[in-house]
């Protein structure tokens, strides 16, 4: 099926938005979050305070716009895993595969963390994303389990599962330009099964 073109008015108003988000990252990456005023994001994306808010409702919403949208999709992905896999090895092949969207935003990410550690309330808020990614990975490994709502152990899977996911980009981002986030995800992830594999081996006797 071909896919209808963008009409000339939502190509504008997804440049316009762009363009708000990226000089609000900038800005707040060089200044600090508490000190930037959303007259001036809007002046250096060219468009006027009233047209940023006809996009965004505060200059909070114009940094976490589309935060980690991929952990959205996880939960199909994680579904489509081979059965074979445990469910570490499923979570990690979810993220590797969701991994080249990431990557096409590694200095609009560097920024953002850059500005979320610019302000308390907004690492804060950045924790509360954390939780409801968890959240909805732990959904995913529910209803993989065949689970009406996630256990405890679903739950557990899917904080430590974000963590991993959050060390893998941190690595990622202090490594060259050209490292590759789909190798870095599967290298922690790796080491993870490693490391719950190394957990229930029994203890060599004396």
Same mark, same amino acid.
């Given at each position: 099926?071909?896919? %209808?073109?963008?009409?000339?008015?939502?190509?504008? @108003?997804?440049?316009?938005?762009? %363009? $708000?988000?990226?000089?609000?990252?900038?800005?707040?990456?060089? &200044?600090?979050?508490?000190?930037?005023?959303?007259?001036?994001?809007?002046?250096?994306?060219?468009?006027?305070?009233? @047209?940023? #808010?006809?996009?965004?409702?505060?200059?909070?919403?114009?940094?976490?716009?589309?935060?980690?949208?991929?952990?959205?999709? #996880?939960?199909?992905?994680?579904?489509?895993?081979? +059965?074979?896999?445990?469910?570490?090895?499923?979570?990690?092949?979810?993220? +590797? /595969? /969701? !991994?080249?969207?990431?990557?096409?935003? &590694?200095?609009?990410? %560097?920024?953002?963390?850059?500005? +979320?550690?610019?302000?308390?309330?907004?690492?804060?808020?950045?924790?509360?994303?954390?939780?409801?990614?968890?959240?909805?990975?732990?959904? !995913?490994?529910?209803?993989? &389990?065949?689970?009406?709502?996630?256990?405890?152990?679903?739950?557990?899977?899917? %904080?430590?599962? +974000? $963590?991993?996911?959050?060390?893998?980009?941190?690595?990622? /981002?202090?490594?060259?330009?050209? !490292?590759? $986030?789909?190798?870095?995800?599967?290298?922690?992830?790796?080491?993870?099964?490693?490391?719950?594999? !190394?957990?229930?081996?029994?203890?060599?006797?004396?």
């Amino acid at each position: 099926m071909v896919q %209808a073109e963008r009409s000339p008015w939502a190509a504008q @108003t997804a440049r316009t938005r762009q %363009a $708000l988000v990226d000089a609000a990252l900038r800005i707040f990456a060089e &200044r600090g979050y508490e000190t930037t005023t959303t007259e001036e994001i809007a002046e250096a994306a060219g468009v006027s305070p009233r @047209t940023f #808010f006809r996009y965004f409702p505060t200059k909070e919403s114009v940094l976490f716009f589309g935060e980690y949208e991929f952990v959205e999709s #996880f939960a199909g992905v994680y579904q489509d895993q081979p +059965v074979g896999l445990s469910e570490v090895e499923a979570v990690g092949a979810s993220f +590797v /595969l /969701l !991994a080249p969207g990431v990557a096409r935003l &590694r200095k609009r990410i %560097a920024l953002y963390q850059k500005a +979320v550690a610019s302000s308390a309330a907004l690492r804060g808020r950045e924790q509360d994303n954390h939780d409801a990614h968890a959240a909805t990975v732990a959904r !995913a490994i529910a209803a993989r &389990r065949g689970l009406a709502i996630p256990d405890a152990g679903c739950e557990l899977l899917g %904080a430590v599962a +974000v $963590l991993v996911l959050q060390r893998a980009i941190d690595a990622w /981002l202090a490594g060259p330009p050209r !490292a590759d $986030l789909a190798d870095t995800i599967a290298s922690e992830f790796a080491l993870l099964g490693e490391v719950v594999a !190394a957990g229930t081996r029994e203890p060599d006797g004396d």
